[in-house]
């Protein structure tokens, strides 16, 4: 007898890592994405591979990122090596102009040995005419998302995962408390397990299973101001906007945090901001244009720590969202946990701070973090 697939819903970086996840564990996975894959958030992200300010999020988020930083590097070599697409893994470092929060901070980077000096902009690239006090974190790296998701699809392809683009998934079906299959075009998949992973929109498809997770869509736009290849060589981020270098010499400006529903536009008044951030930041970039505009919809959770677990009332339904600003870093450890959800396989990670029994505790109405 035919075993029946474990379906993921969502293209983006969280479930296709997750897919990937599933897959490599020999599992038959079926991939359904309603537009096209790594085309919304996950696209959208500088790349950055650490949450700006760690110290300001619950500890479960570090321990998400911690894991997933490590496995960047062999997980790009990976994909570089079976697919051809190199998804650019640089450890730049990220210089963080400013000594707000510097208490906080250091003792985040003592609890988590993380190595966070103090250190000045002029030291970390001498002879540039720039300077500014602050914290220097070398550990840091960027991966150029869009060459991730590329890379994944491809990775997917070869693990013969089915993937099943612009094709939304409308619902579950269930017999008592477990699920049996997936609604799509109107018609019932027979399935063994399913993940949700849909970012900002997973909170229409789940709420009409009771499940009322306090996910929406934060907009977030970026720009890019293209220099020479290696103008600048660190991320800098002050004041909560940020530089990200790439290896094309393209610098990406990011980025704003903007609570306006589901509508995907960029504004004037985006790009002047990021314009005059950057501007601020590196005086030098103003003799260079602005090639790029756009925005993502990040699937924001209040306190930033995504919702991984099983439904609380259907078995056989999981869910991973939730990650809001840190999505790309998060996503490794994230798909890691929610297989050994979905495989009842024993992780290193505690699955608790994660669960879906949150939403019931009250994190519907905790304010969003910003
Ligand atoms: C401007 C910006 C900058 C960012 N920078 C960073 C950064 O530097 N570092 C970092 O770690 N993170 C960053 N992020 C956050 C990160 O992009 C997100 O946290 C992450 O991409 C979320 O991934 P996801 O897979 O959950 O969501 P998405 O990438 O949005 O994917 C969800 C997918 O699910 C699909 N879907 C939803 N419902 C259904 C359905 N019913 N049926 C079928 N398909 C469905 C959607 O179409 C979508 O493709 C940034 C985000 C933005 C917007």
Redesign the pocket.
């Known amino acids: 007898m035919r075993t029946r697939p474990i379906v993921v819903?969502?293209?983006?970086?969280?479930?296709?890592l997750t897919a990937r996840e599933l897959a490599l564990a020999g599992h038959e996975v079926r991939l359904?994405?309603?537009?096209?894959?790594?085309?919304?958030?996950?696209?959208?992200?500088?790349?950055?591979?650490?949450?700006?300010h760690p110290w300001r999020y619950p500890d479960p988020v570090t321990r998400l990122a911690q894991p997933s930083m490590e496995a960047y590097p062999a997980l790009c070599e990976s994909l570089a090596r079976s697919t051809g697409i190199d998804p650019e893994w640089t450890p730049s470092g990220l210089m963080r102009l400013g000594e707000d929060e510097g208490t906080e901070a250091r003792r985040w980077a003592d609890h988590f040995t993380v190595s966070l000096e103090p250190k000045s902009l002029g030291e970390i690239c001498p002879d540039r005419g720039v300077d500014g006090a602050g914290f220097w974190m070398p550990a840091v790296a960027?991966v150029r998302?869009p060459r991730l998701?590329r890379a994944l699809e491809a990775e997917l392809r070869i693990l013969k995962i089915a993937i099943h683009e612009e094709?939304?998934?409308?619902g579950v079906t269930r017999e008592r408390e477990r699920l049996t299959g997936l609604v799509?075009n109107g018609e019932t998949i027979a399935v063994s397990r399913v993940v949700?992973?849909?970012?900002?929109?997973?909170r229409?498809?789940l709420e009409r299973y009771g499940l009322a997770l306090p996910v929406r869509p934060?907009?977030?736009?970026?720009i890019v101001i293209q220099t020479p290849p290696g103008f600048l060589k660190p991320m800098i981020l002050k004041g909560g906007r940020?530089l990200?270098p790439r290896r094309d010499g393209a610098v990406l400006v990011?980025?704003?945090m903007e609570s306006v529903g589901f509508v995907k536009e960029t504004t004037e008044v985006a790009r002047d901001d990021l314009i005059a951030a950057a501007h601020g930041i590196w005086p030098e970039l103003a003799a260079y244009p602005v090639t790029h505009q756009?925005?993502?919809?990040?699937?924001s959770s209040p306190d930033g720590v995504?919702f991984i677990g099983e439904h609380p009332e259907i078995r056989g339904l999981f869910v991973?969202?939730?990650?809001?600003?840190?999505?790309?870093?998060?996503?490794p450890a994230s798909a890691r946990l929610a297989a050994d959800l979905v495989l009842e396989r024993d992780g290193t990670l505690d699955p608790r701070p994660y669960g879906l029994d949150r939403v019931a505790e009250g994190a519907r109405d905790a304010p969003v973090l910003k």
């Open positions: 819903v969502g293209g983006g970086v969280i479930g296709l359904f994405e309603q537009g096209h894959l790594g085309r919304e958030a996950s696209w959208a992200a500088g790349g950055i591979l650490s949450p700006l960027h998302s998701l094709t939304m998934v409308e799509v949700v992973c849909g970012g900002a929109w997973t229409s498809l934060m907009r977030g736009q970026m940020y990200v990011g980025s704003t756009w925005a993502g919809l990040r699937p995504p991973s969202t939730g990650h809001f600003r840190n999505g790309i870093v998060l996503a």
